[in-house]
């Protein structure tokens, strides 16, 4: 029987600790959804409604209660793991030891010392340092305990879940500043105890927490697709296993190690999981060939397949994780988002990465078409997502071989794919971009494509000069805002030092691509509207041999030198995207 209980945050709280298990996932809110909760508490705060005491729904938390106990002085608590709602209790935890360290800075003449002892009370039990809320899961664990007892920020942020965490800090105690330059400190606190309410399911049967979770969470609330799919696939783990206890737990040691992984994945980079749970679906579905799953098909596929075989839980759970590996590979490529902006090329990517039917050779030789053709098509041809589908999608699908294929061709799926990407390519001719690089401005319109375009031909004029631009001063322009990289040689403000070198069309001649080079952020603000002999003495001192090359090859900087060096630069982009010599 479920038993759910109308509570406060405060009765939330009493006599139970909570902890967030490896095999969910780790703190995601951002900002914005931080901002929602802000606005409701302050909306509330200043409702005109003095009839009865205000309050304010939070949200359903369902918890699994494995009736585990821990006593701290005399008081016993019950140990139980969120299942839901672990973001919304995460932040107002985080909240509480906002308004800790605000009142601890104000606290003249003991002023404050019962709140500040009932938060510390809450949020941190006895001298073990046992906090109210543990997280299990991810390298984020000891951030958000190092914050809730030290009150102090992560030394680094190299995850999605510590910029996470670390923004939640930041945006609570911001938050706690600009209520207290309008409202008395203890109001805020007051009311986080008492007018938000919650309704609280603790299940002891975990079978019944995914039933609930997935119940709850079908109804339109933006609950994340990894997230419902995981409840998904442990709750048919439960129903399937036909009360047979030793192959349950062996089913769930793999599941949680597996969703463990999963998780840790996605704490490192933001990954959408609706790709995660389509891509995976699409790729393994025999009958799904020309477009990538949507969503509630691919859920409605993926529990299918499960349920007319319980075993198939971790098969599908595996896929997951690769699928999630690979997409966090991608997102990880800093040099390669021009090529992953489209979703049917990061699709074919993962296919490739992930098919069984080709030799590491093969992979890399594909993986190289695949980049060519790809940026052939939606760089320079500048094509949008809506180009391609079904070619990228049915190549990736039938380079994974789950497909109906008879076997006698599946030594023949790394032929026909590289097949396909060259005809892909050749439908593209290479003489038609010079049209399309000369006509349309590249600054403004492209924008990782540039810095792309751009970092190819630095590397084939270092190879040519044998100087390399080290990998470390790459990473740091890649990781720079493009405005801050690409350089104007001709400037984007009219200046005295270049009066007649373009006439008309200054707009054109400012963002073509003969006008632009890639130039560290420091070195781009210093040349700014220099004249051109100022501009070349910058370049020289750059270690970019396409920055050096522009003092080399001209003498001055005109329209007609812009002209020059566009078509120059076609050339390159004729000859590096060439496959099979067209």
């Not at 509570?7 to 951002?30: G, T």
């Not at 509480?96 to 938060?119: C, G």
């Not at 409202?183 to 019944?208: C, G, Q, V």
Request: hydrophobic share 35%; aromatic share 12%.
């Amino acid at each position: 029987m479920l038993t759910p209980k109308y509570l406060s945050f405060d009765e939330l709280l009493q006599k139970r600790l909570f902890e967030i298990p490896s095999y969910q996932r780790a703190y995601s809110w951002d900002t914005k959804q931080r901002k929602d909760l802000f606005n409701d508490i302050e909306k509330l705060h200043n409702s005109n409604d003095t009839t009865e005491r205000k309050s304010h729904f939070m949200a359903t938390v369902v918890c699994h209660n494995d009736n585990r106990n821990e006593t701290y002085d005399t008081e016993l608590y019950n140990v139980v793991n969120i299942v839901d709602g672990q973001q919304r209790i995460t932040t107002l935890i985080i909240l509480l030891k906002a308004i800790e360290k605000k009142l601890d800075a104000i606290n003249q003449d003991n002023k404050y010392n019962r709140s500040l002892n009932y938060i510390r009370d809450i949020l941190v039990k006895d001298d073990n340092k046992r906090l109210v809320l543990i997280q299990t899961n991810h390298s984020s664990s000891t951030i958000l305990r190092e914050y809730l007892i030290q009150g102090t920020y992560p030394r680094e942020i190299n995850t999605h879940a510590a910029k996470a965490l670390n923004s939640g800090f930041k945006d609570c105690e911001s938050f706690v500043d600009d209520w207290c330059e309008k409202y008395e400190i203890t109001d805020l606190l007051i009311l986080i105890r008492n007018d938000l309410y919650f309704i609280l399911h603790i299940i002891e049967d975990e079978a019944t927490v995914y039933t609930v979770f997935e119940v709850l969470n079908s109804r339109g609330l933006a609950v994340d697709w990894l997230d419902k799919c995981k409840s998904m696939l442990m709750g048919i783990a439960f129903e399937q296993s036909n009360n047979n206890r030793i192959m349950l737990e062996d089913k769930l040691h793999w599941l949680r190690e597996y969703w463990t992984r999963i998780y840790e994945e996605i704490g490192v980079l933001n990954i959408d999981g609706k790709d995660i749970v389509t891509f995976t679906a699409t790729l393994y579905n025999p009958h799904q060939n020309s477009k990538i799953m949507k969503i509630d098909a691919a859920m409605e596929y993926l529990k299918s397949v499960c349920i007319e075989d319980v075993e198939n839980v971790l098969e599908v759970s595996k896929w997951l994780y690769d699928v999630t590996h690979q997409l966090k590979l991608i997102e990880q490529n800093n040099k390669k988002k021009a090529v992953n902006k489209v979703i049917q090329a990061r699709f074919l990517q993962v296919a490739i990465k992930l098919s069984s039917h080709i030799s590491p050779a093969e992979e890399d030789e594909l993986l190289k078409i695949w980049e060519l053709t790809t940026f052939r098509v939606f760089g320079l041809y500048r094509k949008d997502s809506r180009h391609l589908v079904g070619e990228y999608v049915r190549s990736g699908h039938f380079i994974m071989g789950f497909d109906t294929t008879p076997n006698q061709y599946a030594n023949a799926r790394f032929v026909k794919t590289k097949e396909k990407l060259i005809e892909i390519a050749h439908q593209h001719p290479l003489k038609d971009i010079g049209r399309i690089l000369k006509e349309e401005k590249s600054y403004g319109i492209w924008n990782s494509e540039l810095r792309y375009f751009l970092y190819h031909y630095e590397k084939e004029l270092s190879k040519n000069q044998n100087f390399y631009f080290s990998e470390k001063n790459w990473d740091i322009i890649w990781s720079k805002n493009i405005d801050n990289t690409i350089e104007h040689i001709y400037p984007q403000q009219d200046s005295d030092n270049w009066k007649g070198k373009v006439i008309k069309n200054k707009d054109y001649y400012r963002h073509v691509l003969g006008n632009l080079i890639l130039l560290p952020s420091r070195l781009n603000s210093k040349a700014s509207n220099s004249d051109f002999k100022t501009k070349v003495e910058i370049y020289n001192s750059s270690d970019i041999n396409a920055a050096k090359e522009i003092g080399q090859l001209y003498s001055d900087w005109d329209y007609q030198k812009i002209n020059t060096r566009t078509e120059h630069l076609i050339n390159f982009a004729q000859s590096f995207w060439s496959i099979d010599g067209k």
